[in-house]
Nanobody, 115 residues
Framework: QVQLVESGGGLVQPGGSLRLSCAASGSIFSDYVMRWYRQAPGKEREWVATVTSGGDTGYLDSQKGRFTISRDNAKNSVYLQMNSLKPEDTAVYYC?????????WGKGTLVTVSS
């Protein structure tokens, strides 16, 4: 069993930056593939970024160059650095951990990009 708790969301002006964190507990964090997703109001949840257990990363094309995912296995945490934020980045951001058939989600953190 893995528990995931996101933090770091809030209100930011367009062009600003935020760093989201996801703290994991309850299992061997380093074995899990970690992902960030987001869900904007009235829209479906979409994948944002992935970091594998080996540290390889992948991003939604529209986020490349603006978002950076990273992990710190010693702290059982994964991060999403978001720069040059736009109003369309407004969403609840979720952390997800997968390993084999196991699949865990956090409850999300709200990011609002507005002037």
């Amino acid at each position: 069993q893995v528990q995931l708790v996101e933090s770091g969301g809030g209100l930011v002006q367009p062009g600003g930056s935020l760093r989201l964190s996801c703290a994991a507990s309850g299992s061997i964090f380093s074995d899990y593939v970690m992902r960030w997703y987001r869900q904007a109001p009235g829209k479906e949840r979409e994948w944002v970024a992935t970091v594998t257990s080996g540290g390889d990363t992948g991003y939604l094309d529209s986020q490349k160059g603006r978002f950076t995912i990273s992990r710190d296995n010693a702290k059982n945490s994964v991060y999403l650095q978001m720069n040059s934020l736009k109003p369309e980045d407004t969403a609840v951001y979720y952390c997800r951990a997968t390993r084999g058939g196991m699949d865990y989600w956090g409850k999300g953190t709200l990011v609002t990009v507005s002037s």
